[in-house]
């Protein structure tokens, strides 16, 4: 670097106000003539804070939820007195909404800067879906359920995070449908008497399936018969 001051005489204190690296060289003469060797003086400057990303990396799901574990990274730089620490990677596990990390670089001069990551949802678990019955029903030793056409299907979905996106249903592996209200087979819906299976699941707003749960029934269509005599009396 060329030298700060050159030939000057010295007249008071010296400001060097840029970043960087400057060198000052000075010496000093007495009245007789003496002259000091040059003294040759590094200064170095850095009033620039250091620079500082997160860089968020996880499976991302639907509507900005995250469906794993996201690893939040710092990236951290200076082009002068260099990086002296930088916050370490963190990994958020917990299944919440509209979470956050955050870090902080330090140069060598002492400077400081932060970056934070915000609004980090994750829901790592799928939805349950549960099926009840609400009329005529019974159930035998094997599980299985016989019902009549009176009997209403009731499917029950939670989900602790995002939150029940669509249940789904279908009957003897038809074509899914969308599960709105609770509803009742009878010969209007094409099912006939007789042993049949339901399928029903749902997905929550984050992109979670649940599993598949299957259920056999028996579809009871035929009233029951009475019949009576009269003895003679």
């Given at each position: 670097?060329?030298?700060?001051?050159?030939?000057?005489?010295?007249?008071?204190?010296?400001?060097?106000?840029?970043?960087?690296?400057?060198?000052?060289?000075?010496?000093?003469?007495?009245?007789?003539?003496?002259?000091?060797?040059?003294?040759?003086?590094?200064?170095?400057?850095?009033?620039?804070?250091?620079?500082?990303?997160?860089?968020?990396?996880?499976?991302?799901?639907?509507?900005?939820?995250?469906?794993?574990?996201?690893?939040?990274?710092?990236?951290?730089?200076?082009?002068?007195?260099?990086?002296?620490?930088?916050?370490?990677?963190?990994?958020?596990?917990?299944?919440?909404?509209?979470?956050?990390?955050?870090?902080?670089?330090?140069?060598?001069?002492?400077?400081?800067?932060?970056?934070?990551?915000?609004?980090?949802?994750?829901d790592k678990s799928p939805p349950t879906t549960t099926l009840e019955f609400d009329g005529p029903s019974s159930e035998n030793g094997d599980g299985a359920?016989?019902?009549?056409?009176?009997?209403?299907?009731?499917?029950?979905?939670?989900?602790?995070?995002?939150?029940?996106?669509?249940?789904?249903?279908?009957?003897?592996?038809?074509?899914?449908?969308?599960?709105?209200?609770?509803?009742?087979?009878?010969?209007?819906?094409?099912?006939?008497?007789?042993?049949?299976?339901?399928?029903?699941?749902?997905?929550?707003?984050?992109?979670?399936?649940?599993?598949?749960?299957?259920?056999?029934?028996?579809?009871?269509?035929?009233?029951?018969?009475?019949?009576?005599?009269?003895?003679?009396?």
């Open positions: 670097c060329d030298p700060f001051v050159d030939g000057s005489q010295y007249a008071g204190p010296i400001l060097i106000a840029n970043d960087g690296a400057s060198y000052l060289r000075y010496s000093s003469q007495d009245n007789a003539g003496n002259a000091q060797d040059t003294v040759s003086r590094e200064v170095k400057i850095d009033k620039t804070g250091p620079t500082i990303e997160a860089s968020i990396s996880g499976d991302a799901g639907n509507d900005g939820w995250y469906i794993s574990d996201v690893n939040v990274e710092f990236l951290c730089n200076d082009e002068l007195s260099g990086v002296s620490s930088c916050t370490e990677a963190v990994t958020l596990r917990e299944e919440v909404p509209g979470q956050s990390a955050s870090g902080t670089a330090v140069d060598n001069a002492g400077n400081s800067e932060q970056a934070e990551a915000s609004a980090i949802s994750i359920v016989s019902i009549t056409p009176q009997t209403y299907f009731i499917l029950n979905a939670e989900d602790t995070a995002s939150g029940v996106s669509v249940t789904s249903y279908h009957i003897d592996g038809e074509l899914p449908l969308e599960y709105e209200e609770e509803f009742i087979l009878d010969a209007g819906e094409g099912v006939d008497e007789g042993w049949h299976t339901i399928t029903y699941w749902s997905e929550d707003a984050a992109g979670n399936s649940g599993w598949e749960e299957t259920l056999e029934f028996y579809l009871d269509q035929t009233a029951p018969s009475t019949e009576s005599s009269l003895d003679d009396i």
